[in-house]
């Protein structure tokens, strides 16, 4: 049978760019015991997945991606056959497999899905019922913890996990909700779209003073997905007490030369709980938190955004331009 696969052609030297991956047409044969083959319906572009395409990225457990092979990514889609001891035939599986059309899956990081369940569009899996939604979901109920009166600060506030975190920390009881982006027309559809007080964006001179401005009580909780030169300039303006659920360090993702902050006494200063979390850990708090997602969906309270780019072989393009803002 004949796949189509996206394959890391050369590591990218900064921000990735499309030329950086190659779409080809091979061949898949199986599955063998163990395996079972899988046809992917969607694939999502995660600006986290960058990390391991570096040299000598990852660890023991989760390598560095290999040049020339299939770019890891995460997928939903459904057991076509199977020689695996516990997945079915039929099954609709959530797994981090590659940038391909058919995978053989044995090991593999792999939750099977409700099959039963026709109301939820398989593509919420990977986005607000997945891996980025339920990382807003666990870093607020869990580290961040929002309370009446305070305010909420996100960066990344219009990316995956982002535009998700804004609308749970107003359900929590936030009084005031900030997003920080790097356009002024994304600020505007936080604002209109998903309920966000204000905007900051952080390409504008005078960074301060705009965080004066958006937050003139100080920030109890800045949702993080970015680190660097920005986790210093909010650092300046926390209360006694803030939380930072630390999700990621996307500003570290294309350099070789990460930018820490320097001002980290503000942590101590202010009492400030600072706290990183993995979501797929969690495994067995999914239920909790797609349960709850779903709830909020249900009632029109939180709503899902994506963007789409039609066949495996754009996923290049696609990936390229998560980090082209
Ligand atoms: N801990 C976990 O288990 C877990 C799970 C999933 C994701 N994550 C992490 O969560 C973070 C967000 O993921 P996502 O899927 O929401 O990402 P995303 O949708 O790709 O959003 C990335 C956004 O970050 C902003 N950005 C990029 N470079 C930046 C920089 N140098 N400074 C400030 N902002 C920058 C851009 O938005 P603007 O153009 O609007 O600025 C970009 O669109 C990532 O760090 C990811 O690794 C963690």
């Known amino acids: 049978m004949n796949n189509t696969q996206v394959l890391l052609k050369r590591r990218p030297m900064g921000a990735p760019v499309a030329e950086d991956f190659e779409a080809v047409t091979t061949t898949i044969t199986g599955p063998q015991d163990g395996e079972a083959l899988i046809k992917n319906e969607y694939i999502s572009m995660d600006a986290g997945f960058r990390n391991w395409m570096d040299e000598g990225a990852g660890d023991a457990v989760l390598p560095a991606m290999a040049l020339g092979q299939p770019v890891m990514g995460l997928t939903v889609g459904r057991v076509e056959e199977s020689r695996h001891p516990t997945l079915r035939k039929g099954d609709l599986v959530m797994g981090r497999l590659a940038w391909e059309q058919y995978s053989l899956a044995g090991d593999d990081f792999l939750v099977v899905l409700d099959n039963q369940d026709n109301d939820t569009p398989w593509h919420y899996h990977l986005g607000i019922l997945g891996d980025t939604g339920m990382s807003a979901y666990f870093g607020l109920t869990d580290i961040g913890r929002p309370q009446a009166g305070e305010t909420v600060v996100i960066s ?136 709850q997602l779903t709830a909020w969906m249900k009632k029109g309270q939180i709503k899902s955004i994506t963007h789409e780019y039609d066949g495996v072989a754009q996923c290049g393009h696609a990936f390229a331009d998560l980090f082209s803002g």
């Open 156 to 291: 990344a506030a219009a990316g995956a996990v982002g535009y998700v975190a804004g609308q749970i920390a107003r359900l929590m009881g936030a009084e005031r909700v900030v997003g920080l982006t790097s356009s002024d027309a994304k600020g505007e559809r936080l604002k209109t779209e998903l309920g966000y007080d204000d905007f900051i964006n952080y390409r504008k001179p005078d960074l301060n003073q705009q965080f004066l401005n958006a937050c003139p009580k100080g920030i109890d909780v800045y949702f993080d997905n970015v680190g660097g030169p920005l986790l210093e300039t909010v650092l300046n303006h926390v209360n006694v007490g803030a939380r930072i659920p630390f999700c990621g360090a996307v500003a570290d993702y294309n350099t070789q030369h990460p930018q820490g902050p320097s001002n980290l006494f503000q942590i101590v200063t202010n009492s400030v709980r600072l706290q990183g979390f993995m979501t797929h850990l969690q495994l067995e708090r999914y239920p909790e938190a797609r349960g």
